[in-house]
């Protein structure tokens, strides 16, 4: 079993995903308004289920490096900045942790098990407290344009940018004709 987490800007949500994909155990919380109580409410919510999983994965939003499981900055999360959240959590728990950017979550699991199976290229649109954007070519994840960065971690600065409105227009075209024309 592996425990799945869903960070988001109001709630976390979570479960525990079996090998044939099914879902038991689901519960949310509200997402916590400072990072001492985000720490304590991600570990508090690991540790009732520890002895169960293998395993541990968690989605954020912003900016993640997946590798190291590193959050640059977790889109409208203003307090998830440089934080390493899987190493800590590896370390606490002595279980593997992989951190993936929301949308880019979405995306992999719809080219893999889901709806973009079949496209050589494809894309997921998430809408929650923020917008996010994934996008896949042949199942696998391709680097975000710098265009998703505003997508991923908006900020008043960024969105009060002349620059904006043309490069939402060019994104919004390239998705379009990508979706048209199905990769």
């Not at 709630?11 to 879902?23: A, T």
Request: hydrophobic fraction near 45%; include cysteine.
């Amino acid at each position: 079993m592996i425990l799945a987490i869903d960070i988001g800007g109001t709630f976390i949500k979570f479960g525990l995903v079996d090998d044939d994909f099914r879902i038991s155990n689901q519960s949310k919380v509200p997402t916590p308004s400072s990072l001492d109580n985000f720490w304590i409410t991600l570990e508090s919510m690991i540790s009732s289920f520890k002895n169960g999983i293998s395993g541990i994965a968690i989605a954020c939003p912003g900016e993640i490096n997946s590798k190291r499981g590193f959050v640059f900055k977790g889109g409208l999360i203003p307090y998830l900045i440089a934080i390493p959240l899987g190493t800590r959590l590896s370390k606490t728990f002595q279980l593997p942790v992989k951190v993936i950017n929301d949308a880019d979550a979405a995306a992999l699991a719809e080219a893999r098990y889901g709806s973009l199976q079949d496209l050589d290229c494809g894309a997921a649109l998430v809408l929650g407290t923020g917008v996010g954007l994934g996008i896949v070519s042949q199942g696998d994840l391709l680097t975000p344009l710098s265009v998703t960065q505003y997508l991923r971690s908006p900020s008043p600065q960024r969105m009060s940018q002349t620059s904006l409105p043309f490069q939402w227009e060019l994104f919004m075209h390239g998705l379009v004709s990508l979706v048209d024309n199905k990769g």
